[in-house]
């Protein structure tokens, strides 16, 4: 089960490395991220393969999303009778799809399970929490993972440290294309830092909106800034246009982006897989934000957090250091879809009969 983008790139590796091992899968694309093109785009890039189901539920409040993906998905589950539904990251999607299957008893794994950033303001933290406690199979990305999962009292025979796929999706961009012609094709040379701005926290506030600009006016001072502009930030956002050395672009592929953080001295964003791309690619990470539900990308890798006021001097720390060298957290080395695909097959084997003779499908 697909919803938004961030998904895609974590469910490909998964879905990969399970039609290997001969596991018949539905894929399901409920849609809530639902501009085409970006979305076609990104499965192609990833290597996705086509869903065999498309929702197309489209946007709408946290309620309206999550009520209609619920309604339907839930005909979809009840026509395929899967033996497991597989659920990514933190979206609406992702707990929309979870409850619909937990009340129809079909068993749950969730991909990206234990992530927490203790910020209840953050529906994604609320989406994380409700779904680990309808799993089956809690697979997570990190070690400090497992005490999250343990505060919450959910066993560790549930658990199986797994690695993290979004990783395998940058490797497998790396080998298959040269990032270095891509930043040439974009006109990315020299020093630069990219920009990614999209959360509510920092774009829907009149205020917040305008500390943003700030960062970005101030970054630009001391060097040229990238932004690919996030549809969700089209509106807040778009007079850093007129921002001196600030160049707006269009939200670039994924190829390219990776491309582009892969050369960028530095990076200012508030994206969760960006702080782990970043990670893993050894570039320095400013995220604009008060918590993070990834604290290995701190205390293992190059991210660090700040608020709007203080971004900017973290962005002077950076220039007068040393470029930090790629980070080295367990397990984030290109394979943990193959290690997902061993944890399913191997619950799915030794999982209780339900006696309807399912057969196990990526739902």
């Known amino acids: 089960m697909v919803g938004a983008r961030p998904n895609m790139p974590k469910a490909a590796p998964v879905i990969r490395a399970l039609s290997a091992r001969g596991v018949r899968q539905q894929v399901v694309n409920t849609g809530q991220h639902y501009h085409d093109a970006m979305s076609a785009a990104m499965m192609s890039a990833v290597g996705m393969p086509t869903p065999d189901i498309d929702l197309a539920v489209g946007s709408g409040s946290h309620a309206l999303q999550t009520a209609a993906i619920l309604s339907a998905i839930e005909p979809v589950l009840v026509q395929h009778r899967p033996a497991l539904v597989i659920v990514y990251g933190d979206v609406n999607s992702t707990l929309a799809a979870a409850l619909a299957a937990v009340k129809l008893h079909i068993p749950v794994a969730h991909v990206e399970a234990g992530l927490r950033s203790h910020d209840t303001t953050m529906p994604e933290e609320i989406n994380r929490r409700l779904v680990d406690h309808m799993c089956n199979l809690l697979l997570v990305t990190s070690p400090d993972a497992w005490p999250n999962l343990r505060a919450e009292g959910l066993a560790d025979e549930r658990v199986v440290e797994v690695g993290n796929p979004m990783i395998d999706s940058v490797v497998r961009a790396q080998q298959v294309g040269d990032f270095a ?48 502009l996030h549809p969700r930030s089209q509106r807040a956002l778009t ?102 695909a061993d944890a399913i097959t191997h619950w799915l084997s030794t999982a209780p009969s339900r006696g309807d003779g399912m057969e196990a499908r990526d739902g």
């Open 181 to 228: 012609a891509r930043r040439t094709a974009l006109g990315l040379t020299g020093d630069f830092a990219l920009a990614t701005i999209h959360r509510p926290s920092n774009v829907d506030d009149p205020d917040a909106a305008a500390a943003m600009l700030a960062v970005l006016r101030d970054t630009a001072m001391r060097l040229p800034v990238v932004l690919p």
């Open 239 to 340: 007079t850093a246009r007129e921002l001196p050395g600030v160049r707006v672009v269009e939200p670039l592929a994924y190829s390219d982006f990776l491309a582009a953080l892969e050369g960028a001295r530095l990076v200012l964003t508030d994206s969760g897989g960006v702080q782990e791309e970043s990670s893993y690619l050894g570039v320095p990470c400013v995220t604009v934000r008060t918590t993070t539900e990834r604290p290995v990308t701190i205390t293992h890798g190059t991210n660090r957090l700040a608020t709007a006021q203080s971004a900017v001097g973290e962005v002077d720390v950076i220039l007068g250091s040393a470029p930090p060298v790629a980070a080295n957290i367990a397990l984030w080395d290109g394979h943990a879809g193959e290690r997902i």
